[in-house]
């Protein structure tokens, strides 16, 4: 149900509203041991925020972390 709101969400352009659809999905994702899955909802989740709070800036610098060690150097 969560991602079929969050895909309705995006369609009518609420990235706000789809930001915090993806967030609440992560943290069930959590809860239920999909670790990865909740990572990357959370990340899609953060991302998807247009004015993020000072909060939500620093959980996605956090969350991109691990993609700059894959990506290496410029």
Known sequence: ???RSAELLK???EAELRA???QSLSALQL???HQLEAY???L???K???K???QQKVIKALMEIPFKFLNGPG
Do not use: H
């Open 40 to 42: 990357a909802t959370m």
């Open 44 to 46: 899609a989740g953060v």
């Open 1 to 3: 149900a969560y991602e």
């Open 31 to 33: 809860r239920s041991g």
């Open 52 to 54: 993020p709070n000072l």
């Open 11 to 13: 369609q009518a352009g």
């Open 48 to 50: 998807g925020i247009k």
């Open 20 to 22: 915090y659809v993806l």
